[in-house]
């Protein structure tokens, strides 16, 4: 008998099922009366159990170039309940969840956890919480890799978008702007950008109906809404869209990620490493303005808060709209420099894919985008930032302070896209590497599984037990 890995994929921990590890074209389907989802994990060097029993695919191109040893991509949908208020970025969490406690050493623990706070000052640790079920947790919003969202095929219509191309990319000739891109769905392809449209909301939130309002003369075919949208919650977000002048090339940018995702992928120096990666950006430089409501940080950008006219510098770049006037009098409008036909409009003017109805997922979350080996998913937090995607270490800093949270709210008619990676853990062996700290793990989860859990600080009806939207458990078991 020789033990090898087994990935089960489920909406709990009492119904799972074995994953197809490493195939990009097969994630696990979640659709519970909470959650509808698709997740994939990735491990490389993959020698473990199938679901057919099949040969394992041994590795993917993602780990081309990367220090990673694993990756759990999860896409999904928080369903919305007739009398239940929608979740807020204080109640979702995403973490380790343990049947029991374990005899583990403190010091490497200890270490472990400084090395996650690094990472994520948010995380967080129980050993004797009230379900008896030991955890290690931190806020979804703040813990996952990457955070990206877009609209539900439904909402389609109703999708507010940014085109926001690297400065000076031009149209293709004899094509419109929003010709030249794909999808709102942020996708990295063979480590290029592909371009996209930066979503923004749907409406019937109160920020993106202000946006529009006070912009309406910039969009002369604003479509009714198609489909009825419930009230959503303010998000404390600034009103804005960020320029061509002011934001770096996609290439640039996806540089900057890289450099700091390189840094954090070596273990060997992940300390000193993750220490500066989180001391870089001390001070988030966005504004947090909502409709209505003052101020509470500065941004480098104009926003739409009520008199904030154009600066004088950008006039020169403003290009006038039909029926809008000229330059001059664009330059008085409270928004920001450079806004031309195309940077702002809804989603019917793009062009999405096809969405197959009789499916009930793809109706539900629309097409999966990930199934080459080489696709995978982007940071963009557009959507809670609106005027600009902050690099990754900016958000989780935004998201450590509990007005942020509270603040949030996650929209049912929303897919949210996340990943989260690491490289100091080999999961076919149970092998555990952060710097000094060397050792196996295997004796201290002989009965039980490594297990990650996304779930909400809800309680289960008559429960100590917390709801949990899906679970991804890792167990070496003898075959």
Not at 357 to 367: K, N, V
Not at 370 to 377: N, V
């Amino acid at each position: 008998m020789v033990k090898r890995l087994e990935v089960r994929i489920g909406p709990d921990r009492f119904h799972t099922e074995i994953a197809r590890v490493n195939d990009s074209s097969k994630p696990t389907i979640i659709d519970s009366p909470l959650f509808v989802g698709r997740v994939l994990v990735k491990i490389r060097d993959f020698d473990g159990v199938t679901p057919d029993g099949s040969p394992p695919i041994r590795d993917h191109d993602y780990f081309m170039k990367r220090n990673r040893r694993f990756d759990i991509q999860i896409e999904g949908r928080f369903k919305a309940r007739p009398g239940v208020a929608p979740y807020t970025g204080e109640e979702l969490q995403f973490g380790t969840d343990f049947d029991h406690l374990v005899n583990f050493p403190m010091t490497p623990f200890k270490l472990g956890m400084r090395v996650a706070k690094a990472v994520d000052p948010n995380v967080y640790y129980d050993f004797e919480p009230p379900s008896k079920r030991p955890f290690i947790m931190s806020p979804y919003l703040a813990c996952m890799n990457t955070f990206s969202a877009w609209p539900s095929p439904a909402q389609y219509p109703n999708a507010l978008v940014a085109l926001q191309n690297p400065s000076g990319t031009p149209a293709p000739p004899n094509r419109s702007r929003s010709d030249s891109i794909q999808d709102v769905v942020p996708v990295e392809a063979s480590r290029q950008v592909k371009k996209y449209w930066h979503f923004i909301g749907l409406k019937g939130d109160p920020r993106i109906d202000g946006l529009v309002e006070k912009n309406k003369h910039l969009l002369p075919d604003i479509p009714v809404a198609t489909a009825a949208r419930r009230p959503m919650p303010r998000h404390q977000s600034s009103f804005g869209i960020r320029t061509e002048r002011d934001e770096p090339t996609e290439v640039a940018q996806r540089q900057k990620h890289a450099d700091l995702v390189s840094k954090a992928d070596r273990p060997e120096k992940s300390g000193g490493a993750l220490s500066s990666l989180t001391s870089k950006f001390s001070k988030l430089g966005t504004g947090l303005s909502s409709a209505g409501s003052s101020s509470t940080a500065t941004s480098r950008r104009s926003s739409f808060d009520e008199g904030s006219p154009i600066t004088s510098e950008a006039e020169d770049e403003l290009t006038p709209l039909p029926g809008s006037g000229s330059a001059a009098d664009i330059s008085k409008l409270p928004v920001l420099k450079g806004l031309a036909k195309g940077d702002l409009c809804f989603a019917r003017a793009l062009h999405l894919p096809d969405v197959d109805a009789s499916d009930p997922i793809e109706a539900q979350l629309g097409p999966w985008r990930f199934s080459s080996p080489t696709a995978e998913p982007m940071e963009d937090n557009t959507f809670v930032f609106l005027n600009e995607n902050v690099p990754i270490p900016k958000r989780r800093k935004y998201f450590s302070k509990a007005e942020a949270l509270k603040g949030f709210t996650y929209d049912p008619d929303v897919v949210y896209g996340a990943s989260f990676f690491a490289p100091y853990f080999n999961f076919n062996t149970f092998d555990l590497a952060i710097g000094p700290v060397h050792m196996n793990l295997n004796k201290f989860f002989a009965d039980m599984p490594i297990r990650y859990t996304l779930r909400s600080s809800r309680k289960v009806a008559g429960q100590q037990e917390e709801e949990t939207f899906c679970t991804i458990s890792f167990a070496l078991v003898d075959v």
